[in-house]
């Protein structure tokens, strides 16, 4: 990674981070636009990067709700378990279909969750 | 996971944290085992830190603009990225 590079990323992971922060939305929804537009990543490259970003902000949340037991690690475990088959299931399919067709889906997605937020910010 | 009247909003940010670390897991390994390696560490690493000053700076902004406008605003960003990724 050059410096440019760098410092584009820095931002970038900034303003998911604003943004989750702020209205609790998944980063990914921003990470993985600004990774294939201003980063020219491939789409499923973007998508299993933001899939690894999760994991640091996911193990140092989980850390500080375990010390204060807020976790209830049964049921819990087996969510994350089905969840993990599924999520298997998905990342196969997502490297494997045709990149542009991955992109235009992903494209539609956001486009709900865009005007899923502009009706909840209206409708409030 | 609010479904449950036991379990507190807060109780069901934390067990989704946890239920996600699995699933992240399984999500990036897959990604990566396919031919290609379709996941960037380095950038990651680097997304995951501006992500975590974020985060907090976010949490501030949130206290002091209303949801309202937060709302709208960014879902009007995500229209736009959405046409441009389409176009």
Redesign the interface.
Known sequence: ?NLI??GV???????????????G?G?G?V?V?A???L?G??Q??A????????????????QS?YRRR????Q???W???V???F??G???L???VDQLHM??V???Y??L??????????R? | ?VWSQA?SQ??A???S????????????????L???H???????I??????????????A??QK?S??????A??????V??????L
């Open positions: 990674m590079e760098i990323s820095l931002v970038i992971g900034l303003f998911a981070g604003v943004v989750s922060g702020a209205l939305v980063g929804v990470m636009p990774m294939v537009l980063l990543v491939d499923a490259v998508q299993g990067t933001s899939l690894f970003v999760i994991l640091p902000t996911a193990i140092s949340g989980v709700h807020n976790l209830d690690l049921p819990t475990i969510i994350g378990l969840g993990a088959i999520a298997a998905g990342a196969y997502a490297v494997h992109r235009q992903f494209a539609l956001l486009l969750v865009g005007l899923q937020s502009i009706y909840k910010g209206v409030n | 996971m379990i807060r109780r940010v934390a067990n944290l946890l239920a996600i670390i699995p699933i992240s897991i399984v999500g990036v390994a897959v990604y990566y396919a031919a290609g379709h996941v960037r560490f380095d950038l990651g680097v997304l995951a830190v501006g992500g975590v000053a974020g985060a907090r700076l976010g949490a902004i949130a603009v949801d309202r406008q937060l709302q709208v960014f879902g009007i960003l995500l229209v990225v959405a046409l441009r990724l389409l």
